[in-house]
C-alpha cells in the first residue's frame, strides 16, 4: 500500500539554528512531491514542489529550501531559523501521471521557533 | 497563475442546518478542483474532487459540491450539519501540467451551534 511519513511530528528550534525535515513515500514509484506551510490561523502555502529525482521548483522567495536526493525522499532545510518561519509544514504527493485519486498528504511537523 | 478565493473566514451554522461554502478559482481552463477538511491539530482530508464530467459531485460524510464553469466556482454544500462537521475546509485548484501542483485557497472555518 501506499503510504507517507513525516517526521518529526513536532518541533522546537532556536532562532538562527538549522532545519531538516524529511517526507518520504511508500509504494509508488516517481511521485510528484510538496511541501506546503500553513502559518498560524491561515491556509496553506505552497513551497516546493519535485516532479523528479533533484528536480525542486520554488514557489515563494523565502529562508528555506529543498533537495530530492532518492525518488521517495523530500528534504526541506533551513540554514538558519527565522520567528517567521513557525508553522505547520505538511508534505504530499501525487503519482507522477496525475492527481486521479487526489493529493495524499502527511501528518505534518509542527514547528515553533522560539 | 491558478488562485483560489474563499470569501467566507467564518461561517456559524445550527446543527441540522443546512451548509453552504463558497469556492471561485482562477485558472486557464477548467482545472482540477478539491475539497479538504482539517480538524483542530490534524492533517487535511480529502472530501471529495471534481476533474470533469458531471458538475455535481458526491464526497464523504454526505457533502457535495457543484463546478459552475460560468461563475469559475465550486461551492460546497451539505444539507444538514452535524456538531462533528465544525473544521476548517480548503478548496483547492490543481494544475493541469506535469507540476499539478495544487494552491489552497485561504480556508473557511465552520462553528456549529448545538
Known amino acids: 500500500s501506499q503510504t507517507i511519513h513525516q517526521w518529526p511530528a513536532t518541533l522546537v528550534q532556536p532562532v538562527g539554528s538549522p532545519l531538516s525535515l524529511e517526507c518520504t513515500v511508500e509504494?509508488?514509484?516517481?511521485?510528484?512531491l510538496y511541501w506546503y506551510r500553513q502559518a498560524a490561523g491561515r491556509g496553506l502555502q505552497l513551497l516546493f514542489y519535485?516532479?523528479?529525482?533533484?528536480?525542486i521548483s520554488s514557489e515563494v522567495p523565502q529562508n528555506l529550501s529543498a533537495s530530492r536526493p532518492q525518488d521517495r525522499q523530500f528534504i526541506l532545510s533551513s540554514k538558519k531559523l527565522l520567528l517567521s518561519d513557525s508553522g505547520f509544514y505538511l508534505c504530499?504527493?501525487?503519482?507522477?501521471?496525475?492527481?486521479?485519486?487526489?493529493?495524499?498528504f502527511g501528518s505534518g511537523t509542527r514547528l515553533t521557533v522560539v | 497563475a491558478q488562485s483560489v478565493t474563499q470569501p467566507d473566514i467564518h461561517i456559524t451554522v445550527s446543527e441540522g442546518a443546512s451548509l453552504e461554502l463558497r469556492c471561485n478559482y482562477s485558472?486557464?481552463?477548467?482545472?482540477?478542483l478539491f475539497w479538504y477538511v482539517q480538524s483542530p491539530g490534524q492533517g487535511l482530508q480529502l472530501l471529495l474532487k471534481?476533474?470533469?464530467?458531471?458538475?455535481l459531485v458526491q464526497g464523504i460524510k454526505g457533502f457535495e459540491a457543484e463546478f459552475k464553469r460560468s461563475q469559475s466556482s465550486f461551492n460546497l454544500r451539505k444539507p444538514s450539519v452535524h456538531w462533528s462537521d465544525a473544521a476548517e475546509y480548503f478548496c483547492?485548484?490543481?494544475?493541469?501540467?506535469?507540476?499539478?501542483?495544487?494552491?489552497f485557497g485561504s480556508g473557511t472555518r465552520l462553528l456549529v451551534r448545538p
Open positions: 504530499a504527493w501525487i503519482p507522477g501521471v496525475g492527481p486521479a485519486y487526489g493529493y495524499t
Open positions: 509504494g509508488t514509484s516517481n511521485p510528484n
Open positions: 519535485s516532479v523528479g529525482i533533484g528536480q
Open positions: 485558472y486557464g481552463a477548467t482545472p482540477y
Open positions: 471534481y476533474f470533469s464530467g458531471d458538475t
Open positions: 483547492a485548484v490543481g494544475a493541469k501540467d506535469s507540476s499539478y501542483k495544487l494552491i
